[in-house]
């Protein structure tokens, strides 16, 4: 039988992750994740691997709850909170531009932290980045889909592309708001980039 650990491991990696979030991976040594956590330089080694191992794993963590959280707010269904795809993917867009805005401080998301710190340097760090836009583009695509089977959307819109466009928009804002731009200008531009998606029942699609 193996040894029970000592330590909650879901509020160890919480605890790695705020500090890599806040001092990146560059600015965080061992000795920072030991006087964090709590735990000794063996413990850390033993359960987590290497300092690039455990931050490759709250990374990795990290994106699989964001996409999670995406799909579910903007997904249709019998538990979904609106009822219109449109109206879910404003909401999204939305909420995440207020967020971005009410940080204090501002650090953005830690997608887009790590993609910029270590992206370049770290081949598997890349690949989870790359995975983890693929997927929030493929869940801003789905409720596009969605939006053009409910007649929201004009159906010559490639889902795919539209969803790439939008999470770029998501992006840009996370950047502005670091850059401390206004809240107002964040959401405005949040709303904009909706307007634009081409409607249904738009003038030039009559005819």
Not at 49 to 55: F, Q, R, S, V
Not at 169 to 194: C, N, P, Q
């Given at each position: ?83 219109s795809p449109m109206a879910r993917l404003e909401h999204y867009l939305v909420s995440l531009a207020d967020a971005f805005a009410a940080e204090s401080p501002r650090r953005g998301c830690f997608l887009s932290k790590v993609t910029a710190d ?90």
């Open positions: 039988m193996g040894r029970k650990r000592g330590f909650d491991e879901a509020t160890v990696l919480d605890v790695v992750r705020e500090q890599f979030w806040t001092a990146g991976f560059v600015g965080t040594s061992t000795y920072d994740l030991m006087e964090a956590t709590g735990l000794g330089k063996g413990s850390i080694y033993q359960a987590f691997g290497n300092k690039d191992a455990l931050y490759a794993r709250v990374f990795s963590d990290y994106c699989q709850d964001l996409v999670t959280q995406a799909r579910q707010q903007l997904q249709g269904g019998p538990q979904a909170v609106l009822p270590r992206a370049g340097e770290d081949e598997k760090v890349a690949q989870t980045a790359r995975r983890a836009f693929g997927d929030l583009a493929g869940a801003l695509a789905a409720a596009i889909c969605d939006a053009q089977d409910a007649g929201e959307v004009a159906d010559h819109v490639d889902p795919t592309a539209l969803g790439y466009l939008l999470l770029s928009v998501i992006r840009g804002i996370d950047s502005m708001a670091k850059a401390g731009v206004g809240e107002e200008t964040l959401l405005r531009t949040a709303r904009s980039a909706l307007v634009l998606i081409p409607r249904a029942d738009s003038p030039h699609m009559q005819g």
